[in-house]
């Protein structure tokens, strides 16, 4: 069985405590401020993997990063302190403003900044949202900035191409997805709770020593872009020796599939037979309990696949470019041989 580990049943590399130390005293010295929504309107990665950008133009234009995650589609109770221990400070305000930030501070809907694509009544919304936000700056005259005001930022193309050097993180002609990666590190860690309840649910899987992962999506992925089926995946570990593979995914019909064309290897999940693809908008739609323990799969399933020694993903789905931000040199793309941030991001 996978071994739990007595100290930090995490993805968090020993560096962690010194680098979050540099990163704390870098963030805290900035004057502007920019107060970040996360658990607006997307999945938890794709919130997650887009704050790292926000953490990154922070960096980069000496913007104080601050998150406010209460309340967000993804909490329990508090937010990002329901899963993790806190790496930056989180808003605090009178009742007023704190529900300005909850309900006008917010994620726009295209990587450009744009707020139109969900139809005229979420557009009617956020335009009106963005006003009072807008009218808060101007009539408080402070320097702080909401999510929507510097969304359009996070995602310029020179980004992609630039060299990093942040010399108090040790960052020094770094590419993004090195730098996306460190803050990755910085700020995924699961608190105690988290750490115990995720040992828990890998125990129940018997898992080998050594295994490979991937991820394979459904649901409502095909919205938004072309759903690969099992066969690439399985044509890459034919390749391989591997024949104990864990997988992540949203649909038991994929299981299914595995189970029936590919008997000669084991597969371990923590899908179940009622679960046919994941649906965002359904998810959102669920009690808090039911959600938090959908998302406790969910993390169990990435600290797994993290410590397989093959991971196969796609550069259509956020989990999938996560796990190449934090273990790149296990990770792979069914898409291409490419990094996947730079393939999701120029499609």
Known sequence: ALPIYKHNYSLVLDDRTQLLKRYTALNDSFRETLVFRLGDSGGFFSEYNCMLFAMLYCLTHEVRFILHSEGGNFACNR????????????????????????????????????IIGQ?????LKKRILNGLAQAYRRLSRCNVYFTQDLWRFFYDAEAFSANYNIPELGIKDEKISSVL????????????????????????????PNYASCQIRGGDKILEARLHTVIPYMEYFKKRSWKDVFVLTDDYTIIEQLLRYYGDYCFYTFCTPVERGYFHRSFSRIGRNERCEQLLRLFASVDIMSRSALFLG??????????NLIRPEISKSVDSDQNMIYLYFNR
């Open 181 to 208: 990666g460190k803050l990755a590190r910085i700020t995924w860690c699961f608190n105690k709770c988290t750490n115990q309840r995720i040992a828990t649910l890998t125990s129940t899987l018997s898992l080998p």
């Open 314 to 323: 796609t550069t259509t789905s956020n989990p999938s470019i996560f796990m």
């Open 119 to 123: 139809g005229w009544r979420w557009h």
């Open 79 to 114: 937010g990002w302190s329901d899963y993790f221990e806190p790496f930056c400070d989180t808003f605090r305000g009178n009742s007023i403003v704190h529900s300005l930030h909850t309900y006008a501070n917010f994620r726009p809907f295209g990587l450009d900044g744009s």
